[in-house]
C-alpha cells in the first residue's frame, strides 16, 4: 500500500546550523509533496511544497529538493533558531495525502 | 476571521457514549477531510468530502460516520467510543483535487479523551 517513510523521528542542533529531514514515498503516482510544521497543542501548517515538475524550491531559510527518479524529497532548513522547534511531517499524494511519521526539530540556544 | 474551525476544542466522555464534532471553512474549498493524531503524533486520513460527495473512506471502523450538509461543512459522528478513540482529530480543507493535489488547511484540532 501507500507508505511515507521519514527521518530521523528526533533531530536536535545547534541555533545557527542546518537540518535536514528525509522522506521516501512508494506510490509513484504521487505529485505533490507537503511540509508540514506542528507546534505543540497546535494545528499542523504549511510551511513549503513542492510538485512533481520541480526539483527544488527554496523560501527564505527553507528549501525542498524532490528526487522522482528515487523517489525521495528532502527538507533543509538554514540557519536554525528556537523559534524553529517542533514537528515536521513530510506527505506525498495525489488527491489523498499519506503523511510521515514526523520529525522532532529541537533548536539548541 | 477563522478559515478552517472546529468544535469543541476538548471532547472528554465515557466509553460507550455517542458524540459529534462540527468542522466548517470559510475559505470556498469542495473538499474537505477528517484526520486522525494518535498519541505517536502520526497523522492518518480517515474521509474526504467533495461537495458533499464522499470521495475517500479510509478502514475505519463503523462506528465513525462522517456527513456533509453543504461544501462548508463536514461533521463527524462516533457511536459507542472506545478507549482507543482517544486522539486528536483535524478537519482540513483544499480546492477541488481533481488532477491535481491543492494545499490543506486544518483546522484548530479537537482533542477527544475516552474515560
Known amino acids: 500500500g501507500e507508505n511515507v517513510e521519514q527521518h530521523p523521528s528526533t533531530l536536535s542542533v545547534q541555533e545557527g546550523d542546518s537540518a535536514v529531514i528525509k522522506c521516501t514515498y512508494s506510490d509513484s503516482a504521487s505529485n505533490y509533496f507537503p511540509w508540514y510544521k506542528q507546534e505543540l497543542g497546535k494545528r499542523p501548517q504549511l510551511i513549503i511544497d513542492i510538485r512533481s515538475n520541480v526539483g527544488e524550491k527554496k523560501d527564505q531559510r527553507i528549501a525542498v529538493t524532490l528526487n522522482k527518479t528515487a523517489k525521495h524529497f528532502s527538507l533543509h532548513i538554514t540557519e536554525t533558531q528556537p523559534e524553529d522547534s517542533a514537528v515536521y511531517f513530510c506527505?506525498?499524494?495525489?488527491?489523498?495525502?499519506?503523511f510521515g511519521q514526523g520529525t522532532t526539530l529541537q533548536v539548541k540556544p | 476571521d477563522t478559515a478552517v474551525s472546529q468544535t469543541p476544542k476538548y471532547l472528554v466522555t465515557q466509553m460507550g457514549n455517542d458524540k459529534s464534532i462540527k468542522c466548517e471553512q470559510n475559505?470556498?474549498?469542495?473538499?474537505m477531510y477528517w484526520y486522525k493524531q494518535d498519541s505517536k503524533k502520526f497523522l492518518k486520513i480517515m474521509f474526504s468530502?467533495?461537495?458533499?460527495?464522499?470521495?475517500i473512506n479510509e478502514t475505519v471502523p463503523n462506528r465513525f460516520s462522517p456527513k456533509s450538509p453543504d461544501k462548508a461543512h463536514l461533521n463527524l459522528h462516533i457511536n459507542s467510543l472506545e478507549l482507543g478513540d482517544s486522539a486528536v482529530y483535524f478537519c482540513?480543507?483544499?480546492?477541488?483535487?481533481?488532477?491535481?493535489?491543492?494545499?490543506?488547511?486544518f483546522g484548530p484540532g479537537t482533542r477527544l479523551t475516552v474515560l
Open positions: 475559505l470556498g474549498h469542495d473538499t
Open positions: 482540513a480543507s483544499s480546492r477541488p483535487t481533481g488532477k491535481s493535489t491543492d494545499t490543506q488547511y
Open positions: 468530502y467533495n461537495n458533499k460527495e464522499l470521495i
Open positions: 506527505a506525498a499524494g495525489r488527491g489523498k495525502l499519506i
